[in-house]
């Protein structure tokens, strides 16, 4: 038996969705969008949409978490043809680095150029607050992995990527042009599954962090190294452990995200019409 590359995984899947959408329809798509927990309703917004479950496009893994979606939707917001995965999978579910880029690696290569990441996060930073919207500034991959490492696959991206401009800043403007009280920050993508202790935040913030989170920076390493522009966002869930008093836990993370649904939804409808 043969073992596929990775580069051979996510041309199948390419091929898939070409054929599934149609190639015309995947070369109209000028966003896409990953949902993080509990932000998977926004997908609901768009328009004369087509929903594709994970499980059917091959090699995708599908996520188990509660609180994400399994599906990719394609729709319209106004004039903007916008992909939105409903959910994605964690390293900490066991996934490696390749299969938690797979399904942004597949969007780049069916011609997508540009990205918004979205996750729940905790807020490290002395501004933020439960309920905010954070964009990203730039970001701290703690995880000590990478979608990167191994033989290197030209389809990727060169072997030694820049990332100096990681968050593309022109995206960066227009989205905080299209809200009032965004913040922005650093994020610290860690491993997790547990929640940090007050000690690991307090290191985070020495280190420059504003937000933590368990998400985002493959992707981000992944699409950049693939020349895409890509823009994130968090939603500040909580305070992260030891800035606020409560215990964390996951429902919460959800709830926040359900409040936030409106005010996200709102911001990105604004987005997409400004992208046109
Ligand atoms: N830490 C890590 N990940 C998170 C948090 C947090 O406080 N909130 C939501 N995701």
């Known amino acids: ?11 199948a899947a390419v ?41 059917e496009i091959p090699g995708w893994p599908t996520p188990k978490v509660e609180g994400h979606g399994g599906a990719l939707v394609v729709g319209r917001v106004d004039r903007t043809v916008v992909a939105c995965l409903t959910g994605r999978v964690h390293l900490y ?22 990205f918004l990441l979205t996750n729940a996060a905790g807020g490290i930073g002395e501004d933020l607050s439960a309920g905010d919207l954070m964009v990203l500034t730039d970001h701290l991959n703690l995880t000590g992995q990478s979608p990167l490492i191994g033989p290197h696959e ?12 990681l968050y593309d800043p022109q995206l960066r403007s227009l989205l905080l042009a299209c809200g009032s009280g965004l913040q922005q920050g650093v ?18 913030k020495v280190l420059g962090a504003d937000a933590v989170g368990m998400s985002t920076v493959h992707e981000a390493i992944a699409l950049n190294a693939m020349g895409a522009r890509i823009c994130g966002l968090s939603l500040i869930s909580n305070l992260a452990a ?29 987005f997409c019409r400004r992208l046109a």
């Open 242 to 270: 030891g800035i606020g008093e409560q215990p964390l836990n996951h429902q919460e993370v959800m709830e926040e995200g359900r409040k936030a649904s409106v005010m996200l939804t709102a911001l990105v409808a604004e």
């Open 154 to 165: 030209a389809l990727f991206g060169p072997r030694f990527p820049d990332q100096s401009k």
């Open 93 to 114: 579910e066991g996934w490696s680095p390749a299969c938690v880029t797979r399904a942004v690696r597949t969007l780049r290569l069916l011609g997508v150029s540009q």
């Open 15 to 55: 091929a898939y969705l070409q054929q599934r959408l149609s190639a015309a329809r995947c070369q109209q798509i000028g966003l896409a969008m990953v949902l993080g927990s509990g932000l998977k309703g926004f997908a609901a917004e768009l328009h004369d949409s087509v929903s594709v479950p994970f499980a």
């Open 187 to 204: 994020y610290a993508g860690l491993l997790g599954p547990s929640y940090e202790t007050p000690s690991e935040v307090r290191m985070l």
């Open 1 to 11: 038996m043969t073992t596929q590359t990775e580069s051979q995984r996510v041309e």
